[in-house]
């Protein structure tokens, strides 16, 4: 099997550069006119699987909305990940695991390995119990050709505390992590499996220099569309990376539910506006 950073490559290349976020709100459960218990959340996952699946480029479960159901919400999220995948989609689960030793590695043999019933393309993951912490996800994601997008420049307003933070060596956090990512993706091509979450509403700081985006790797940018973020913000933000931007947005195609024509239109109306960046 081919790398995920070039496979991602590949599906932004025929299928556009929009990430659908599979997030089964309760407000979006009843907005569909069902209850917020497993059924509805059944009905909810499989038929946004259904209409967008077939599509999209990449679906992003994210598995709190199942988790919160206990193992029935888990048997749920298993089958979004299998037949998004069987529709030629790929999967990116938004878990932001985040430990060390034992347990990162427990983690990513349950998202990374492919004997594991929730294996999936790529997952999210936190760096902020140093970036070492994060070694036993990447030679997971190395030995199954999967990928990680590591929590970077994130946009709610409580992440700068952190990622703009200096070090005692006089880095700032966020510069941190991307130069770990900019080695991570040395010499892949034509696109590393390593990738960066930068929020599509981010500024870039007045007081310093510019945050380096251009790393060798894919960028998650949530917040695309209900959320505020434009085609603008990801070529302001981006510049000539943007062409390694996968722009997320969920509420903006599942609030048009339970209308699955009307969804898939969407996907493919905004993926012809992302076109423009390259």
């Known amino acids: ?16 550069r929009l990430c659908v976020g599979i ?3 309760a407000s979006l459960l009843r907005g569909w006119g069902l209850d917020d218990d497993v059924a509805g959340l059944e009905r909810f996952a499989l038929s946004v699987v259904e209409s ?3 599509v999209a480029s990449v679906v992003k479960p994210q598995s709190a909305f199942y988790e919160r159901f206990g193992s029935r919400g888990i048997a749920v999220l298993e089958r979004v990940v299998s037949e998004s995948r069987a529709a030629g989609a790929l999967v990116l689960l938004d878990v932001k695991r985040g430990d060390i030793g034992s347990t990162s590695q427990a983690y990513a043999d349950a998202y990374l390995d492919p004997t594991s019933p ?17 070694d036993p996800f990447v030679d997971t994601a190395r030995r199954h050709d999967a990928g990680l997008f ?13 990622q703009h933070a200096v070090g005692a060596d006089g880095v700032r956090v966020a ?11 040395a010499d892949a091509g034509p696109l590393g499996s390593f990738g960066a979450v930068v929020g599509a509403t981010i500024a870039q700081p007045e007081d310093g220099p510019a945050f380096d985006l251009a790393f060798g790797g894919p960028v998650l940018a949530p917040g695309f569309g209900a959320q505020g973020g434009t085609v603008d913000d990801l070529r302001r933000i981006f510049g ?3 062409s390694h931007v996968l722009a997320s947005s969920s509420r903006e195609v599942l609030a048009l539910g339970p209308d699955l024509p009307a969804m898939r239109d969407a996907v493919r109306a905004t993926n012809d506006e992302l076109a423009v960046l390259g």
């Open 150 to 162: 590591v929590l970077a420049l994130t946009s709610n307003p409580e992440g700068p505390e952190v």
């Open 1 to 16: 099997m081919s790398t995920f950073g070039t496979r991602l490559h590949d599906a932004m290349a025929a299928r556009g």
């Open 175 to 185: 510069d941190r992590v991307l130069d770990h990512l900019r080695a991570l993706n």
């Open 23 to 25: 997030d089964p709100h």
């Open 118 to 134: 929730l294996a999936v393309d790529a997952i999210t993951v936190s760096p902020y119990l140093g970036l070492g912490s994060l």
């Open 52 to 54: 967008v699946a077939p």
């Open 240 to 242: 000539a990376s943007a």
